[in-house]
C-alpha cells in the first residue's frame, strides 16, 4: 500500500505519498533491526553529549533515555511494531520515541544525520563481531591443542601432492592448524583496532554546525578515536570489508581441515571414526554415515568468500560521501558472521568426539617407501653427496616395487649392493627413528613437537587473557 510522505520524518517538502514500490524497495528495516542495540546506544552517547554541551536541556536528556530504554526493552520482548513505511532502524526508532515522548524526541537528531548514525552503529555492529569471532576462534584453537596432546604419539603420513611423503606426528599436522588459526586471530584483531574508531558527529558529510565534542561520545561508546575527516567518516566501510576478509581466509582455513576430516572418515583412509551425534545417514542407502558437518563448513566457506566479494564490488565506485548503496553492506555481512559464528561453535564441538584410528594411521605411515628419505639422509650423514644417497635409494625403491616388498625387508647384502656405505645400523630404520631424527627446529621429532605445544599452550592462554582484558 502506498504511503504518505506527509508522516515520513524527511516529508517535509514532499507533497506526494511514496509509490508503494518504493516503501517496499527502498526499506532496510526487514535486517537492519537486528542493529537496535547499536543504534539505541549511539543515541543515548548523542543525547547525553548535547545535553553536556548544553545544546539541550537536562529534561530532555532524560525524557530521551528513558523513551529510548522503554523502546529497547519492548524490542528485546518482541513487542515493537517495526514499519516498513518508516524505513530503517533510524527512523522507526526515532519517530516512536516521538510518538511517546513527544517534542523532546524531536531534538534527538540535532547535530547529527542518518549517514554518522548507520556508520556508527555498522562500527559497533563489526567491532562485537570481532570479538565473538575471536572468543570462538580461541575456543577452537584450544580444541585443536588438546587434541595434539591426546594424540601425541600418533604417527600418520604425511603428504605432499597427496601422496605419502614422510611420516609425520598427528599433533604436528594438528599444530599446523592450530598456527592457520593463530594468524586468523590476529586478523580479527587487526580487523577490530581499524573498526574501533568513531564517525559520530560528522553529520551528512560536512560536519555539524553546533558545538558538539565528539571524543565524549566516542569515549562513551568504547571507541579508541575520533576518525578526523568528515567525508571519510560516513563513507568509510573498509572496516565491513576488513571483517569479511579476515572471515573469509578463516574459512578457506576451515575448508582445509573440513576436507581432511571427509577424507580422513572414508573407507579408503579410516583415519578417523565420525562420532554418530555428528554423523548423519541416507534416506536410501541404509549402511550410509555421512559427514555432513565437515562438508558444509566446507561448502559454507564458498558463501563467505562470495560475500567478501560482494563488499568489495559494493564500494567500487562509489563517489564520495555517502550513497544508498551503502545499505547493501549489511545482510552479507550478518550472514558471514552467522555463519563463521556457527562453523567455529561446530567444529569445537564436533572434533573432540572423533576417534583417531591410531593402527591404521601408523600401518599407512610406513607404506609405500615412506623411509625412503631417512635411507638417504642415512648415507648422507656418512659423506655421501644427497644426489648420489637419493638416486642409490630411488634404484633400492625399485627394486622393493619389483619384488614386491618393502625396504625394512632388504638385507644388508642388498642395501650394501646399493650403496657400500650401509652397515649394520641401517636396518634400524623405522618409524620412530624417521620421526626422531628431524629434530631440527619446526620438524615432526616428538620432542620438538612435545615443545612447540608448550608454547601453543602458552600462547593461546596470552590471547585468551589479552583479549578478555580488552573487551573490559
Ligand atoms: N538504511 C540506511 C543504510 O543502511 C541508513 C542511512 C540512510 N541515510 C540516508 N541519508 N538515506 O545505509
Redo the contacts with the bound molecule.
Keep these: 500500500m502506498a504511503s504518505n510522505n506527509s508522516d515520513k520524518l524527511w516529508g517535509g517538502r514532499f507533497s506526494q505519498g511514496s509509490h508503494e514500490l518504493t516503501d517496499l524497495y527502498n526499506e532496510?528495516i526487514s535486517f537492519?533491526q537486528r542493529l537496535y542495540k547499536e543504534d539505541i546506544a549511539g543515541s543515548k552517547a548523542h543525547a547525553n553529549m548535547l545535553a553536556a554541551s548544553k545544546i539541550i536541556s537536562e529534561e530532555d536528556r532524560d525524557l530521551i533515555l528513558n523513551g529510548l530504554t522503554e523502546i529497547e526493552h519492548e524490542i528485546d520482548e518482541g513487542e515493537f511494531d517495526f514499519r516498513i513505511d518508516r524505513?530503517?532502524?533510524?527512523l522507526n526508532i526515532e519517530a516512536k520515541l516521538t510518538e511517546r515522548i513527544g517534542e523532546a524526541g524531536g531534538r534527538l537528531h540535532t547535530g547529527r544525520?542518518?549517514?554518522d548514525?548507520?556508520a556508527t552503529d555498522m562500527r559497533l555492529f563489526v567491532r562485537a563481531a570481532c570479538d565473538a569471532t575471536v572468543d570462538a576462534l580461541i575456543d577452537l584453537r584450544e580444541v585443536l591443542l588438546a587434541l595434539a596432546e591426546s594424540e601425541a604419539e600418533t604417527i600418520m603420513p604425511g603428504y605432499t601432492h597427496m601422496q605419502r611423503a614422510q611420516p609425520v606426528l598427528l599433533s604436528h599436522h594438528l599444530q599446523a592448524y592450530e598456527s592457520m588459526l593463530v594468524r586468523d586471530t590476529e586478523r580479527f584483531e587487526q580487523a577490530r583496532n581499524r573498526t574501533n574508531r568513531s564517525p559520530l558527529g560528522t553529520g551528512?558529510l560536512a560536519g555539524v554546525s553546533f558545538d558538539i565534542d565528539r571524543e565524549a561520545t566516542a569515549r562513551e561508546l568504547g571507541f579508541d578515536e575520533v576518525i578526523p575527516n568528515s567525508i571519510d567518516a560516513v563513507s568509510d566501510r573498509d572496516f565491513v570489508y576488513d571483517y569479511h576478509s579476515a572471515a573469509a581466509l578463516l574459512m578457506v582455513h576451515i575448508s582445509r581441515l573440513s576436507e581432511e576430516i571427509i577424507l580422513w572418515a572414508t573407507s579408503e583412509f579410516q583415519f578417523i571414526t565420525l562420532d554418530e551425534r555428528f554423523s548423519t545417514g541416507s534416506s536410501i542407502m541404509p549402511q550410509k554415515k555421512n559427514p555432513d558437518l565437515a562438508e558444509l563448513a566446507r561448502g559454507k566457506s564458498a558463501r563467505v568468500i562470495g560475500n567478501l566479494v560482494q563488499i568489495l564490488t559494493l564500494l567500487k565506485s562509489q563517489p564520495l560521501a555517502?550513497n544508498?548503496d551503502?545499505?547493501e553492506?549489511?545482510e552479507p555481512l550478518f550472514d558471514s558472521v552467522d555463519t563463521v559464528l556457527a562453523t567455529l561453535q561446530v567444529l569445537s564441538a564436533m572434533l573432540p568426539t572423533c576417534q583417531f584410528n591410531r593402527e591404521a594411521m601408523a600401518l599407512s605411515a610406513e607404506a609405500n617407501f615412506a623411509l625412503a628419505t631417512d635411507y638417504a639422509d642415512y648415507l648422507t650423514k656418512k659423506g655421501v653427496p644427497f644426489r648420489q644417497a637419493h638416486a642409490a635409494v630411488g634404484a633400492l625403491v625399485a627394486q622393493c616395487e619389483s619384488q614386491g616388498i618393502s625396504l625394512k625387508e632388504l638385507t644388508l647384502d642388498q642395501l650394501k649392493a646399493a650403496h657400500d656405505e650401509f652397515d649394520e645400523d641401517a636396518l634400524q630404520i623405522d618409524l620412530n627413528y624417521s620421526l626422531s631424527a628431524r629434530n631440527a627446529s619446526g620438524g615432526t621429532a616428538p620432542d620438538t613437537v612435545a615443545s612447540a605445544l608448550n608454547e601453543a599452550k602458552k600462547r593461546l592462554r596470552q590471547d585468551r587473557q589479552a583479549w578478555t582484558t580488552l573487551q573490559k
Excluded: G, P
Design positions: 532496510s537492519d524505513e530503517d532502524i533510524h544525520s542518518r549517514n548514525q548507520i551528512a555517502y544508498k551503502m545499505q553492506d549489511k
